[in-house]
């Protein structure tokens, strides 16, 4: 997953509403665009943590293998794809494939994600920003349904006058 790393990577999340008016998040990088439920944002939110810990940790095994048990590398490596295969396989659906990284030529933690054919290789500590954002979007698209039924209710808005005023809350967060 790590040859073609897309170097202009943003992914946008933001809170929208599904076709039948549900909570949902937008998900929009390069050419993907994908409308998700709130519990497929959060579910990807927690992986991404997890991803960026499991790297930190797996560089924390290759350090100590090497420099306090002096094992070679090729006796670190097996060693790291047993740990790799034992790992309990994280439950639900995601957004996105994320996959954690300890790069034992590097010394470095890294998280890979994509989807479709966009790809992305960050710090751990990008992958928890990340994971913060969709963590976010996913509540807020919670609040933003109920807000929309409340003011639809208060009849002092239309659907229009409301519809513009998320869109006016949306580009001043931008």
């Known amino acids: 997953m790590t ?3 897309d170097t202009q990577f943003i992914v946008y ?5 599904d076709d039948n008016g549900k909570a949902a998040v937008l998900m929009q990088w390069g050419g993907i665009q994908a409308v998700l439920t709130p519990e497929v944002t959060l579910t ?3 992986d991404l943590m997890a991803g960026a810990a499991a790297a930190e940790s797996g560089i924390a095994l290759i350090r100590t293998c090497r420099e306090v ?6 006796t670190v490596g097996r060693l790291m794809q047993d740990v790799r295969a034992r790992r309990p396989k994280p439950q639900g659906k995601t957004a996105l494939r994320i996959e954690a990284v300890a790069g034992m030529k590097t010394g470095l933690p890294y998280v890979n994600i994509g989807r479709g054919s966009m790809k992305r290789q960050m710090d751990p500590e990008t992958a928890r ?3 913060l954002h969709w963590a976010e979007a996913a509540v807020a698209s919670q609040i ?3 807000l929309r039924y409340a003011l639809g209710e208060w009849d002092k808005l239309n659907v229009v006058e409301i519809e513009e005023l998320f869109t006016m809350m949306r580009e001043t967060g931008r």
């Open 3 to 5: 040859d073609q790393i």
């Open 13 to 17: 999340v933001s809170s929208t509403l």
């Open 44 to 46: 990807t939110a927690r």
């Open 69 to 74: 048990l002096r094992l070679d590398g090729n």
């Open 129 to 131: 920003e990340m994971a």
């Open 144 to 146: 933003d349904v109920r």
